[in-house]
């Protein structure tokens, strides 16, 4: 298997609080870890992709971040799902300080953090998916060449209704357990 599942993660695996540095604050959307275990289960890598531009403007560490993704992992955990790697952007084009106050590819919609992750994991982006709640989430997908869902949990609402009128979502799901049935029709017979 050469094809993977990119997720943001706030917003999509759990509920979008405004930079989030308090792993005490997350909670899971319903249904989430069971969209990720059925992944899983068939052996599809899930990985995270998410700016933390919170980091550019100090209002988090990287540890603050790792913390975060620590009890995200313990939370799944629980409910028999993973995330097999977690890559965040720390920078930020304006805010902050260098080396955080950048102009940087990892940051979405740049494709950096999607192209480090093929490379990593020998994906076929063609083939790759990636799930978001914000138009940076998709753009950054197509930018890599993967196929791009919005779900309407976190931002996802508000993003589909100020939506351009050009260039939609490949598709539009409830939340990610949507999102991942729809993948996985997709995938019947092609692997």
Request: hydrophobic share 40%; glycine share 8%.
């Amino acid at each position: 298997m050469n094809w993977a599942v990119f997720t943001d993660r706030d917003g999509v695996i759990n509920e979008e609080v405004e930079y989030l540095s308090d792993p005490g604050q997350l909670r899971l959307i319903p249904d989430a870890a069971r969209a990720i275990r059925q992944l899983n289960l068939l052996a599809v890598p899930v990985i995270v992709i998410t700016n933390q531009a919170g980091i550019a403007r100090g209002y988090f560490s990287e540890a603050e971040v790792t913390a975060v993704h620590d009890r995200l992992a313990q939370l799944l955990d629980q409910e028999g799902a993973r995330i097999d790697r977690f890559y965040y952007c720390p920078h930020h084009p304006s805010a902050g300080q260098p080396p955080y106050q950048a102009n940087c590819e990892c940051r979405k919609p740049n494709p950096g953090l999607l192209l480090q992750a093929a490379a990593d994991f020998s994906l076929d982006l063609t083939r790759c998916y990636i799930v978001g709640d914000q138009f940076s989430d998709i753009e950054a997908g197509w930018r890599a060449g993967c196929q791009a869902i919005l779900v309407q949990t976190g931002y996802g609402a508000q993003v589909l209704r100020e939506w351009p009128a050009a260039g939609r979502p490949d598709y539009v799901a409830q939340n990610l357990a949507y999102a991942v049935e729809w993948i996985l029709h997709k995938q019947e017979g092609v692997d």
